[in-house]
């Protein structure tokens, strides 16, 4: 069975939401910071055994998740 993916807003996300955003698909724990101070800006952070990657993301952009 194919996932199936649907768009939300960057403020909506919430912590463990397996994300897909420019073609860069965050999983696992996922957490969200913002960056350097600027309260236009989050990053994803995938934190897992196999991979530790940050994504920066504007919070006015949509990105997609599957699973929830």
Do not use: K, N, Y
């Not at 939300?8 to 101070?37: A, K, Y």
């Amino acid at each position: 069975m194919a996932d199936t993916w649907r768009s939300i807003s960057v403020d909506d996300v919430q912590p463990g939401d397996r994300i897909r955003h420019r073609e860069q698909e965050i999983h696992g724990r996922t957490g969200r910071l913002t960056v350097l101070g600027m309260d236009t800006m989050v990053c994803f952070i995938e934190d897992t055994p196999t991979r530790w990657h940050a994504h920066p993301a504007a919070r006015a952009q949509e990105v997609e998740i599957t699973g929830r």
